[in-house]
């Protein structure tokens, strides 16, 4: 059974930091390209970051300069890391596997940026 499941968010202030965590398991995770996406209320779910099997990241524009994706083949973890938050960076934040054809995504965690 495939499990994907997400951590880390609560409530912070805006220009606050928080790093999410995402812990795989039923997968061989080194083979698996992970991503991070974000939805906010009332809004379409986007992509965040994602990081491919030999590390190399990309990161929405939203995102870049601000937030940092790494993985951890060994625990089979994906983390990121969030700084300088916003209040438009309130969403609930997933992350998903892929290989080829085969995708997977946790339940989320609720991130919320406000004062």
């Known amino acids: 059974q495939v499990r994907l499941v997400e951590s880390g968010g609560g409530l912070v202030q805006p220009g606050g930091s928080l790093r999410l965590s995402c812990a795989a398991s039923?997968?061989?995770?080194?083979?698996?390209?992970m991503y991070w996406y974000r939805q906010a209320p009332g809004k379409q779910r986007e992509l965040v970051a994602f990081?491919?099997?030999?590390?190399?990241?990309n990161y929405a524009d939203s995102g870049k300069g601000r937030f940092g994706i790494s993985r951890d083949n060994a625990k089979n973890t994906v983390d990121l890391q969030l700084n300088s938050l916003r209040p438009e960076d309130t969403a609930t934040y997933y992350c998903?596997?892929?290989?080829?054809?085969?995708?997977?995504w946790g339940q989320g965690t609720q991130v919320t940026v406000s004062s």
């Open positions: 990081i491919t099997t030999s590390s190399t990241t």
């Open positions: 039923g997968i061989i995770f080194k083979d698996y390209v």
């Open positions: 998903k596997a892929v290989y080829g054809f085969r995708s997977f």
